[in-house]
């Protein structure tokens, strides 16, 4: 791995903001740099993973825990924030009025190395579309690092010093706020829709994060975008970034779209390629439009059309997205945990053609149910709603549709059971995050398809 250590970081007094896993990372790579660093998290010890904590502890890092100390920011050389720490608190705002440098975790990941990276940011679908691309570059003889908000953070690939050809990594919006220099080679947005606005000020600030992926593209980089986006339709970046536009039709500007059930792609050396759609087992026109974000991205890379088209015919999609977990008397069970916006929540209920029970609720994201309740007429037949959510969506279905509430997910699976018939589906898309009762949406996932088997026995 090449990496850039023209920062000497040794006796650098460091704070990392943070101690997740990203966190642990970043904190155990400036130790083994010779670094004097210092961990903060706000949650107490008992919360945190005593194995990370102990790991740092082995390489002489201080933790501290229940909250940001004023004199720990203050007082340090550099500081590095984990994804998940707003940059606006009032520790971060004091270093930085100082000088202080204050860096992303990403940003500071980036610096380290000196290999291609492909990016992907949208507000649904990027986890998919990024195991797809590394499943394709794999495929395609590529040593790939696949990471980033999905799974495995680069700051892993930093300390593991792994050999490889290629970084591909996911981003969110948390993770663009806090770039300076990251420059990918290939960009993608996928899609923006309203989500995280209970930590944005509007939505034009979420949304300009998102655009900040490209930012330092030049005319030998690519940016992909999804032209059906009406935002990314109208995103024209002031850099010269080459603009590989895509959508379901054939349109003036467009680089691919959707015809006799094919990818068309015709790109600027003129050539055309078709890449059919009838081994491609994922549900919803959503999924087709990433699809030929992946395929776009697969050619820039000069992988051979026939790899590409094994790799998209072989892959079958990713757990906790539109997952079909289980059928019990005619009724189907799906799992779409991974739908924790309003957005993604709409493309899960439109991806299906037959009867619908929705579950859906969960911590709520500070956006307008409204758009949900539209998409759920005519294919839901009643709504179960749970979590601090279920009363502001109750509000909100109410004569629209029936709804019940559930105290769990145990409960939320029965009730819609007993609301179905034979050819019904359960679908689980809750348009919220999952942080009121679960861990994680995976968490979730996890406890609806538990609570599905139950039903056999029952």
């Known amino acids: 791995m090449s990496t850039n250590r023209e ?52 390489l002489d890092v201080r ?6 100390k004023e004199e720990t920011f203050t007082n340090a050389d550099l500081i590095i924030i984990s994804p998940g720490i707003p940059g606006d608190i009032k520790v971060l705002q004091l270093a930085a009025n100082k000088g202080i440098p204050v860096i992303g975790e990403m940003e500071f990941a980036a610096s380290l190395v000196n290999i291609p990276i492909i990016a992907i940011t949208g507000t649904n679908g990027k986890t998919t579309v990024t195991e797809l691309i590394g499943v394709m570059l794999k495929d395609a003889g590529f040593k790939v690092f696949v990471g980033g908000n999905i799974g495995i953070p680069l700051m892993a690939h930093v300390v593991m010093e792994e050999d490889v050809d290629l970084l591909v990594l996911e981003l969110s919006s948390y993770q663009l706020d806090t770039i300076d220099k990251f420059c990918p080679f ?11 606005l209970d930590r944005y000020p509007d939505y034009e600030s979420y949304i300009q994060s998102k655009f900040s992926i490209c930012k330092n593209q030049d005319d030998k980089k690519v940016l992909i975008l999804n032209d059906d986006d009406p935002r990314l339709n109208a995103f024209n970046p002031s850099n010269k970034v080459k603009i590989l536009r895509f959508g379901m039709k054939k349109r003036k500007g467009r680089h691919a779209y959707i015809e006799d059930r094919k990818i068309k ?52 999609g990713l757990p906790n997205r539109l997952e079909q977990v289980g059928e019990v008397r005619g009724v189907t069970f799906i799992n779409d945990s991974k739908a924790t916006n309003v957005d993604a929540a709409i493309k899960a209920v439109m991806s299906f053609t037959r009867p619908l029970i929705l579950i859906a609720g969960g911590r709520p994201k500070g956006a307008d149910y409204i758009a949900l309740v539209k998409a759920c007429k005519g294919r839901v037949k009643k709504a179960i709603l749970m979590g601090e959510a279920r009363d502001s969506m109750a509000s909100a279905f109410n004569d629209h549709l029936p709804v019940s509430s559930a105290n769990n997910m145990k409960e939320a699976v029965s009730l819609a059971f007993s609301e179905a018939k034979k050819g019904d589906m359960v679908l689980l898309a809750p348009a919220c995050s999952s942080f009121d009762m679960f861990s994680d949406y995976i968490h979730r996932g996890r406890v609806f398809s538990s609570a599905v088997k139950e039903l056999y026995g029952g």
């Open 63 to 68: 933790i501290e825990t229940g909250g940001h």
């Open 186 to 196: 290939v960009s993608i947005i996928l899609n923006i829709s309203p989500d995280h």
């Open 7 to 58: 920062i000497n970081y040794k006796g650098q007094k460091a704070v990392v903001a943070g101690l997740g896993v990203s966190g642990y990372f970043t904190a155990r790579w400036l130790a083994l740099s010779g670094a004097m660093v210092t961990v903060s998290d706000k949650l107490p010890l008992a919360q945190l993973k005593p194995d990370l904590v102990n790991k740092l502890r082995d």
């Open 265 to 316: 792609v015709c790109l600027e050396n003129r050539r055309e390629y078709a890449f059919s759609l009838d081994s491609f087992t994922l549900s919803g026109d959503h999924n087709i439009l990433n699809l030929i974000g992946v395929v776009l991205c697969g050619l820039i890379l000069l992988i051979k059309p026939d790899q590409i088209k094994k790799s998209i015919s072989t892959f079958k």
